[in-house]
């Protein structure tokens, strides 16, 4: 770990930023070329018209949060559905129950898939990172 910052938390050692840097890199280019739409977090500027897809994160503060995270965004139009469904109140709508199984099941599919070409990662048990999957190494 970094030494103590007294202005907030620490950021990971540039070693090891450039070592996500890398994966990340690694896994765009091959969740890219598995057909999937795979972006940088922050890339696509308006999240009301961006095509669902997979968004890929690079925390760098270091602690159990930091690392290489991929996220999984459903098409705009749903994510209104959804969001429209929560502020009317209507917790039981289908709408978000199927958001949430698809979310599931898709970072099930992601992590497979990237243990089948040789990385090591897990879905998120993080609360701040609901569905999330966490990349923790490249194929060797």
Same mark, same amino acid.
């Given at each position: 770990?970094?030494?103590?910052?007294?202005? #907030?938390?620490?950021?990971? $050692? =540039?070693? /090891?930023?450039?070592?996500?840097?890398?994966?990340?890199?690694?896994?765009?280019? +091959? %969740?890219?070329?598995? #057909?999937?739409?795979?972006? $940088? =977090?922050? /890339?696509?500027?308006?999240?009301?018209?961006?095509?669902?897809?997979?968004?890929? +994160? %690079?925390?760098?503060?270091?602690?159990?949060?930091?690392?290489?995270?991929?996220?999984?965004?459903?098409?705009?139009?749903?994510?209104?559905?959804?969001?429209?469904?929560?502020?009317?109140?209507?917790?039981?709508?289908?709408?978000?129950?199927?958001?949430?199984?698809?979310?599931?099941?898709?970072?099930?599919?992601?992590?497979?898939?990237?243990?089948?070409?040789?990385?090591?990662?897990?879905?998120?048990?993080?609360?701040?990172?609901?569905?999330?999957?966490?990349?923790?190494?490249?194929?060797?």
């Amino acid at each position: 770990m970094n030494e103590e910052n007294e202005f #907030g938390p620490r950021s990971l $050692d =540039a070693n /090891e930023i450039n070592r996500l840097r890398q994966l990340a890199t690694a896994v765009k280019a +091959d %969740l890219s070329r598995s #057909g999937l739409v795979v972006r $940088d =977090a922050g /890339e696509e500027p308006d999240r009301q018209t961006a095509p669902g897809g997979l968004e890929i +994160d %690079l925390d760098q503060v270091d602690d159990e949060a930091g690392g290489l995270w991929l996220t999984w965004e459903l098409h705009p139009a749903v994510r209104q559905s959804v969001r429209e469904a929560i502020q009317q109140g209507r917790t039981n709508d289908p709408v978000i129950q199927a958001s949430v199984d698809v979310h599931e099941r898709t970072a099930e599919a992601i992590v497979c898939m990237l243990n089948a070409v040789g990385y090591e990662a897990e879905q998120s048990d993080a609360s701040h990172r609901p569905f999330a999957v966490r990349v923790l190494t490249g194929p060797c």
